[in-house]
């Protein structure tokens, strides 16, 4: 139903504990945000697509789809700084040096963002949820924030129901109609969330609920060795980056 | 092993038809539903549309509806290719109504009468033609009673023939529904078949998806199997007589063509008259 | 206009998150003590937050042609109440960027600053100082005015917490902060302003329908 | 016109029972759905009930598996009066599963494995044997393979064996369907009953609600005409072979029994043959 979930759930690396994915594209990611753009941010992206797109085998295509609109963002923000305002000759003026900065940050977003979403591709926000337990979370406040995972793709499949009977209705074809037909629909999906969660209490109240969701989780061991070649890739960026004389 | 239906088509014009279709939910799932599926959907038949679950109905009448848009293939209105523009998705789906399965998706609104002037009011029409529509919807539909009640107050039935006034409130031409009869009971199934029939003779194409064999038996023009692939089409009394199509469609035979023939065969039935439709029409025949 | 993975500077991701972590945990209490005291709330929360994030899920048309989605910040306080809206504009948020790539996780701390505190409380505030204001008119247009007012000032007030945390990353060369702010300001009005309006008008059929049922 | 099963239950003990059981949905009906209503369900046997919509199918069903508490009567449990107490229902509820007719009313897990385990841990299980019961129940219910899967990517048929895997990890005595064959396609209809019928030869009990007559017919040991009030109940052979009580309760007759007497009238089917219980019996005859 969304498209970064469903390629995470048959990810080949959906069984890698998630620690060692988190080391593996956490560390690139820092790596991206605090070495030297030139090479540091470069050799995060590229480390970073290369794993996703190998052995990870993240789709292509869904990649690219689900970074085209932070790109858009990272892109529009950066053309802010190709000019200057206010300053003392013209009202605007191309910034001095503007070139190299938005390249800098824009080139540091992208690879900050292929890291990102590689870590998302391989793995699915089901096998997280059950990590925020282990940060110390209040169970309640964990069990509420899985019950809104579940729930979530129920009312997005009734949402998407409901747009598409109201298109067929012809409910998005002028400005005025969209904006009705949207709150149609937003006030249609409030009532059915209150809705899921009164049928889904009865429900639960047939399966022994009394107020506790206690499931079963499996905690597989963090294997060092794993993490150690998680790190590996990080390590090597830095340490390229850092000694640039390892560059010809 | 394929039916065909040559000699149908040249009876009456095609008022709807898809060619060449192909469709897949890339987003979720790197197969795709069939890759070339065509249909014709002729003046004022009933077709109807079975096979398994997955085997890519729901997604068939969709693409008619231009609920959906093809991966390859065009959808035809009376002759013309649809264009993939905005106004040509709009000039298919005022002419072409989709009904959903479960009544509940398309049941948006807070009372019957707002819901079925929904369509209506987004065509531009002016109030007074507006309320016409929506009398004239529920009164075709049997349900004038129901217009001032909330909708979450209604019973399934009653919700779903509030979802055809509402369909029907944009005068189509081409009725598509998807599973109409599933969860209705028995009494619902008949009345509702009654009020659809009643379109019917009305001038109202219908294309209907169902699991009911026997259903699409008795009353469908003609009917099409579909399993990620057109697996026969042709008239319903032929198509769906055949066990081996239809156990190819992972579908169970009909009981009133296999009565017809036992009986035919024992002698209790004429070798001319019709197969029993009903479980009814069988025990006339005793008594 | 969610700020992306990488978009600022690690000192900054860090002071937003500073600056947004006593709000959602003050959310999260919030929500934990509801649930503690009656385990039923817990489901409700989950639809909520499961709403919530359906909300910002819809499509909304632009001027621009292309589409943009509602930050339901405005709808959300006032059908929920600032503080719960931070927790669960957090959670909506954390899904956001993790299920569609809106926002990042390093972003995370400035998107919530920006949307589930700034947002929800002016929206909540302008909610209710409109609804004062209008206090002698006819309920449905009282209603109407404070809801558009609430939606409406909630997705500006959003738009300007992000503009002014990219100005104040990125400041101008000549101008510094408020040029930069005047900067950002300027390219996301193009499409903020006119989307603001849109889930003014928006939330006003919504509150409508619901305050009917 | 009613039957009445008095020697059926002499042969096995009652497990589950309801008695002068009244109710009704007072926020949003002022009319009760029925107020005398009493109905045994026997040890091992699978109980069919069949009524119109609106009949109050649903609404025994939640009060047999403590879901709903009766406005008056009461609920017997192995030969005892359950009691109105939390401890009373929570018992109750242990012992008797209701399967709803919604998968996602009961779905509340990211994973299979962690959705079923959630009703054994809930029992105080030790986690090896919650192990135990998982991956028993998804073998019964022929979903191992799903075992990691998320729910939310799950067809409709496969949620409700998730469903059914939930209840039955619970070790329950009775297990309560509420319309299990619903929205499912003929294939999956037959692999689920053959899925429920290894669970009743295993010792479990069953009541299920369905429309289908056909299919009630052909496996429940009794059936039970539910119409505001009990029509009928006895001998699934005999009760949905009766036209005049099918009507009655506003369901059409089955085929089976109506083309087993036409055949056997004409002479088709030797006099002790039992009625034919799928086309497929009736094509069979003549091949």
Known sequence: MLAIDAAAHSSPWRRVHPAVKGTLFGGLLACALVLPVWPGAALSALAALAVGFGPARVPPRAFARAAWVPLLFVLTGAVTMLVSVGGPDAVLAWAPDGWRRAAEVAGRAAAALCCQLMFAFSTPLADLLPRLARLGLPTALVETVALTYRMLFVLLDTARRIRTAQAGRLGYQTRAAWVRSLGVLGAAVFVRSFERARRMRRGLECRGYEGELTVLVDTPPVRPAALLAAALPPLSVAAAALHPGMWP | MAVTDSDASTARPAVLAGRGLAFGYHATDPAPVFTDVSVEVLSGEVLAVLGPNGGGKTTLLRLLAGSLTPDAGRIVLDGAAVRRTRRGTAGLRRRVQLVFQDPDDQLFSASVTQDVSFGPLNQGLAEREVRDRVAWALAALDITGLAERPTHLLSFGQRKRVVLAGALAMRPDVLVLDEPTAGLDPAGVESLLATLEGLRSAGTTLVVSTHDVDLAHRWADRALLLDRAVLAVGPAREVLADPALLSAARLRPAWGPAVGSALRAAGALPAAAPDPATPDDVIRLGG | ?213
């Open chain 3, 1 to 213: 206009m969610h700020i992306a993975e990488g978009f600022l500077p690690p000192v900054h991701a860090v002071a937003w998150t500073v600056a947004a972590a006593p709000f959602v945990l003050h959310g999260a209490r919030s929500v934990t003590l509801a649930v503690r005291a009656d385990p039923d709330a817990k489901l409700l929360l989950g639809a909520s937050g499961a709403f919530c994030f359906v909300l910002s899920a819809l499509k909304i048309p632009s001027v621009t042609g292309s589409c943009s989605h509602p930050t339901g910040a405005g709808l959300g306080a006032i059908l929920f109440r600032p503080p719960v809206m931070a927790a669960l504009g957090t959670v909506t948020l954390l899904f956001q960027a993790l299920l569609l790539a809106h926002g990042g996780l390093t972003t995370l701390g400035a998107n919530v600053f920006s949307m589930a505190v700034v947002g929800p409380w002016v929206g909540y505030g302008g909610y209710r100082l409109v609804r004062r204001l209008t206090a002698r008119l006819p309920e449905t247009t009282a209603l109407g005015f404070a809801v558009f007012a609430g939606a409406a000032l909630a997705s500006l007030s959003t738009y300007s917490v992000t503009s002014l945390q990219l100005a104040l990353a990125f400041p101008d060369a000549g101008s510094g902060v408020l040029g930069a702010f005047a900067k950002f300001g300027a390219i996301f009005s193009i499409t903020q302003i006119p989307l603001a309006v849109i889930e003014g008008l928006v939330t006003v059929v919504i509150v409508r329908l619901l305050s009917t049922v």
